[in-house]
């Protein structure tokens, strides 16, 4: 049986609280979404004036914020329950958020593809930042583990 090597202290995990990482983000992604739905209002041809911002396109602004909270929430949760930070955390949030979106359209098999392609970018998204987000001092040791020395001419001293 193998043994795992014991992290240092900066590999330790810490753990995130999900329903204020929930909220907050959820708040964040409500403001995106209304937004959104205000470009939806000013783009589109209807009677209702400025009123449409929240009766015609106002459930953009609720599917925003429930996915912005969803992914932060199940992020979080998979995150505390696995005790660690990793791309397989943020699959599974986009993976809820893209599930959101897809419940939106009634249907069930919308919603597993957009889980699927939505936890799939995610994933790519985490997992690029991991290997990008590193510090100089990592990414010079990978590089040297990786990369042969160049063996160093000798010098004879002539005499």
Do not use: W
Request: neutral net charge; glycine residues 12%.
């Amino acid at each position: 049986m193998s043994e795992l090597p014991p992290q240092t202290l900066e590999d330790a995990f810490e753990s995130k609280p999900a329903l204020r990482n929930a909220a907050t983000i959820g708040f964040q992604a409500g403001i995106v979404g209304a937004f959104v739905s205000a470009v939806q209002n000013a783009l589109g041809s209807h009677s209702r004036g400025a009123a449409g911002f929240l009766t015609r396109s106002g459930g953009t602004i609720g599917t925003f914020a429930a996915m912005g909270a969803a992914f932060a929430f199940t992020e979080a949760a998979i995150a505390n329950q696995r005790e660690t930070n990793d791309a397989l955390n943020g699959i599974a949030g986009g993976c809820a958020a893209g599930f959101l979106a897809g419940l939106r359209t009634r249907s069930i098999p919308v919603a597993l593809g957009s889980c699927a392609v939505i936890g799939a970018a995610m994933g790519t998204f985490d997992y690029a930042g991991e290997i990008a987000g590193r510090s100089k001092e990592e990414k010079e040791e990978k590089r040297k583990k990786f990369f042969k020395s160049v063996p160093q001419p000798v010098n004879h001293a002539s005499e």
